[in-house]
């Protein structure tokens, strides 16, 4: 096993400690988590980088890479909406939990893209990521990492009896970037999902080779 996919089955590995640790009243195990996504997060775009550089891209990789993306997103949204009445973001205008159709968009496109890609291979046609798609990826990262911050900044502060006029602001610093950033990503899923479905329609449409 070369490097890369020794990197994605890390990811993999870590990931049901990801899905589990924010469930825990500690601010300590809720900071390992954290930092256990940071690290899956990083580590999805060096084996890939590595991949490429070191020209070890594998039909092994090519599968197991998107599994572990898939398995990162479900294991960071489940407690990212079970906790979400705790640990809604705070923002200017008020407390914004994680809606369950905002969840029903991410993975219901991320699923729908999977089997689109598999049929469209099928027939030969190799759909690569699109520009929207890797900007709605990157924005995806950033609203996981804030929530997870926030699952262990306000546990901690609530541990302390922070209540402070700095404490409120980074509050709502944070909750406003979560916010910002889940808002541009759910765009993006649904814009990046319109181009693909354009561009290559016609995949449902043609017969196999």
């Known amino acids: 096993m070369n490097l890369p996919n020794a990197l994605t089955v890390g990811r993999i590995v870590i990931t049901p400690l990801i899905a589990v640790l924010p469930f825990s009243d500690s601010w300590g195990l809720r900071l390992a988590a954290f930092v256990l996504f940071v690290i899956a997060a990083v580590s999805d775009y060096i084996d890939g980088k590595l991949a490429r550089s070191r020209k070890q891209e594998t039909d092994f990789g090519r599968l197991l890479d998107p599994l572990a993306d898939k ?29 369950w159709w905002v969840i029903a968009i991410v993975l219901g496109r991320e699923l729908f893209m999977t089997i689109f890609r598999q049929a469209a291979a099928r027939r030969g046609v190799v759909i690569a990521a699109i520009g929207p798609a890797k900007w709605k990826t990157g924005l ?70």
């Open 71 to 99: 398995l990162l997103l479900v294991g960071t949204f489940v407690p990212m909406y079970l906790l979400s009445d705790r640990f809604p973001f705070a923002t200017p205008f008020g407390d914004v939990g994680l809606a």
């Open 140 to 209: 995806q990262l950033v609203w996981q990492g804030s929530a997870y911050f926030w699952f262990f900044a306000a546990t901690l502060a609530h541990d302390r009896g922070w209540r402070n006029p700095a404490w409120n602001g980074f509050a709502l610093f944070n909750g406003t970037v979560g916010t910002t950033v889940m808002t541009a990503a759910v765009i993006l899923t649904i814009y990046s999902f319109v181009i693909y479905l354009r561009s290559f329609g016609r995949v449902f449409t043609t017969p196999a080779k």
